[in-house]
C-alpha cells in the first residue's frame, strides 16, 4: 500500500513548472532542517541523521541544477551559498549544535519567500529553476 502523501508529492512535482519544482524543494529542506534542529533538541542522534541528510541532498540538487548561462555571476554565487549551507547543515550535525541549522534556517526561509514571488506564469526561469524533475523526484522519495 502506498503512501497517499508520497502520490500526492510525486503528482506535484511532476505536474510543476520548474518554478514551483523549486518551491518544493526549498520547502522540504526547510523542513527537514527544522526536524534536524527538534531531534536536536530532544537529544535524538539516530532520528536526526535522515533529515540532516534530506537537507543535504536537496540543497546539493538544487546547486548542480542553477543554470550558468543567462547570469554566471549570480549563479556561481547560488551555487556557493548551497554549498555554505551545506557544510553549515553538517557542522550542526557534527557538533550538536543548534546554531548552524538555525542559521540554514534563516537562509533557506529567505530564499523560499522570495522564490515565491516568483511569477510562474512569465515563463522567467532564473538561476536554480532548472530542476530534473526525474531526480528531484528520486531525491523526496529517497526520504
Same mark, same amino acid.
Given at each position: 500500500?502506498?503512501?497517499?502523501? +508520497?502520490? =500526492?508529492?510525486?503528482?506535484?512535482?511532476?505536474?510543476?513548472?520548474?518554478?514551483?519544482?523549486?518551491?518544493?524543494? =526549498?520547502? $522540504?529542506? *526547510?523542513?527537514?532542517?527544522?526536524?534536524?534542529?527538534?531531534?536536536?533538541g530532544a537529544g535524538e542522534v539516530t532520528?536526526? &541523521?535522515?533529515?540532516?541528510?534530506? $537537507?543535504? +541532498?536537496? *540543497?546539493?540538487?538544487?546547486?548542480?541544477?542553477?543554470n550558468h548561462e543567462p547570469s554566471p555571476?549570480?549563479?556561481?554565487?547560488?551555487?556557493? *551559498? =548551497?554549498? =555554505?549551507?551545506?557544510?553549515?547543515?553538517?557542522?550542526?550535525? !557534527?557538533?550538536? $549544535?543548534?546554531?548552524?541549522?538555525?542559521?540554514?534556517?534563516?537562509?533557506?526561509?529567505?530564499?523560499?519567500?522570495?522564490?515565491?514571488?516568483?511569477?510562474?506564469? &512569465?515563463? +522567467?526561469?532564473?538561476?536554480?529553476?532548472?530542476v530534473a524533475s526525474e531526480r528531484t523526484?528520486?531525491?523526496? $522519495?529517497? !526520504?
Amino acid at each position: 500500500m502506498s503512501n497517499p502523501y +508520497s502520490s =500526492y508529492l510525486d503528482a506535484a512535482v511532476l505536474s510543476a513548472n520548474p518554478i514551483e519544482v523549486v518551491r518544493i524543494l =526549498y520547502r $522540504a529542506a *526547510l523542513d527537514s532542517v527544522n526536524d534536524a534542529r527538534a531531534h536536536l533538541g530532544a537529544g535524538e542522534v539516530t532520528e536526526r &541523521s535522515t533529515p540532516i541528510n534530506k $537537507a543535504v +541532498s536537496i *540543497l546539493r540538487e538544487l546547486g548542480l541544477a542553477v543554470n550558468h548561462e543567462p547570469s554566471p555571476n549570480l549563479a556561481r554565487n547560488l551555487v556557493e *551559498l =548551497y554549498d =555554505y549551507m551545506q557544510r553549515r547543515v553538517l557542522a550542526g550535525h !557534527f557538533s550538536q $549544535a543548534d546554531a548552524p541549522l538555525a542559521e540554514v534556517a534563516g537562509l533557506l526561509g529567505s530564499m523560499l519567500e522570495a522564490w515565491e514571488r516568483v511569477d510562474c506564469q &512569465s515563463g +522567467s526561469e532564473g538561476p536554480g529553476a532548472s530542476v530534473a524533475s526525474e531526480r528531484t523526484q528520486e531525491i523526496l $522519495a529517497e !526520504f
